[in-house]
């Protein structure tokens, strides 16, 4: 019986194993990243490679939450409370080797205005040119990621620079099985943002871009066309 066909039957006592559970190890993944793909024969746990050399009880707990997610449950055990604190803390450990001069600058910026200087600079890196994901932190690996749309406007930059080291800082908690990332101690804080008018300033911001993106022309067969 190998780790996710354990953790299966130790989480549903009442349900029938009837599909095949494997865990892979993958370096395809960002640090401590993880999905589960399924079907009606099997479920295919994809881990990190990163965690091979973390204990089972962790594990476990990572592998409870997705199932979780799969049938729809809610459901506390202590392995997934031992997963999401070592979620919360291992990016504190994690090597700093990623950075970009103008994200750097944002998050200099950011950090001494709303933070006093005390965030501990994380990686930094820009996504896509993404109207939908505008930023996101990764916990496992430290690391923040803000589409590239904002490079030319500061003040949005700084913006959700902020969104994203708040997450850095406050963390998540989680019920039930289910983690809370935007709470209302984090929408608080985040209405501290010395603009009132921000979220306005992004909306248009954003419809916008999102305008000239449809009209932006596109070579077609050696033609440019619009």
Do not use: C
């Not at 594990?59 to 199932?67: C, N, R, T, V």
């Amino acid at each position: 019986m190998n780790l996710a066909e354990k953790t299966f039957l130790e989480l549903f006592p009442n349900k029938k194993l009837n599909k095949k559970l494997v865990v892979k190890y993958s370096r395809a993944f960002n640090p401590y990243n993880a999905n589960v793909r399924y079907t009606a024969y099997s479920m295919i746990f994809n881990l990190s490679y990163e965690w091979k050399k973390v204990s089972n009880e962790i594990k476990i707990g990572l592998i409870q939450s997705l199932l979780l997610k799969i049938y729809k449950e809610k459901k506390k055990t202590l392995n997934i409370d031992l997963y999401n604190n070592f979620i919360k803390t291992v990016g504190d450990y994690s090597e700093v080797k990623e950075s970009d001069s103008v994200l750097e600058e944002s998050f200099n910026r950011v950090n001494e205005k709303y933070f006093n200087g005390f965030i501990d600079k994380p990686n930094l890196r820009w996504g896509s040119n993404s109207f939908s994901k505008l930023g996101s932190y990764e916990y496992g690996s430290n690391s923040v990621i803000i589409s590239k749309v904002f490079e030319e406007d500061k003040e949005l930059l700084d913006y959700i620079m902020y969104h994203e080291l708040l997450h850095k800082k406050h963390k998540f908690h989680t019920r039930n099985g289910r983690s809370y990332h935007h709470t209302s101690k984090f929408r608080k804080k985040e209405k501290e943002f010395d603009n009132p008018e921000i979220e306005k300033k992004l909306e248009r911001f954003l419809k916008r871009k999102r305008i000239k993106s449809v009209f932006k022309p596109r070579k077609r067969r050696g033609f440019w066309w619009f």
